[in-house]
């Protein structure tokens, strides 16, 4: 399973947007991958200007693909000059819905159990060495 992360150029018009993501979709169909999902994530203030552009637009693509085929996916990708910046990561493990933090249960600690005995025990030594140091 791998995921591709494009930054399409702002100036792009709706209709081109649309256009380029099927142009993706096509590609991804050539190399047989089969697409799990894909997101639109819209338009974004970029933290510093790509190709004098202070804006982009960005889109998702889940799918499944052999690993040969995503350097010659890779290189068809650089060849779209709409695309400012993209990235393939392999996604390891897949969940239809990621998890909050707060969804994540905690298992409950337990308090050690301490006997009291040698507790004491520990305390009157500690305190009988500092006596010594004292003196």
């Known amino acids: 399973m791998y995921e591709l992360l494009c930054l ?3 100036n792009l ?3 081109s947007i649309a256009s ?3 142009k993706i979709e096509e590609i991804l169909f ?3 991958a089969s697409l799990v999902y894909k997101n639109d994530f819209g338009e974004k ?3 510093y200007p790509i190709r ?3 804006r982009g637009y960005y889109f998702a693509f ?3 693909l052999k690993s040969d085929f995503i350097k010659k996916l890779e290189e068809k990708l650089k060849n779209i000059s709409e695309i400012l910046r993209y990235q393939i990561v392999k996604v390891r493990k897949w969940s239809e819905k990621p998890e909050k933090p707060e969804e994540i249960q905690k298992k409950p600690v337990q308090p050690e ?3 009291l005995e040698k507790l004491d025990e520990k305390i009157e030594k500690i305190l009988a060495d500092e006596n010594k140091l004292i003196k």
């Open 13 to 15: 018009s709706p209709e």
């Open 45 to 47: 203030k970029l933290a």
């Open 113 to 115: 159990k301490v006997d």
């Open 30 to 32: 050539d190399f047989q």
């Open 20 to 22: 380029l993501v099927k």
């Open 8 to 10: 399409f150029s702002s």
């Open 62 to 64: 889940g799918f499944k």
């Open 52 to 54: 004098h552009e202070k």
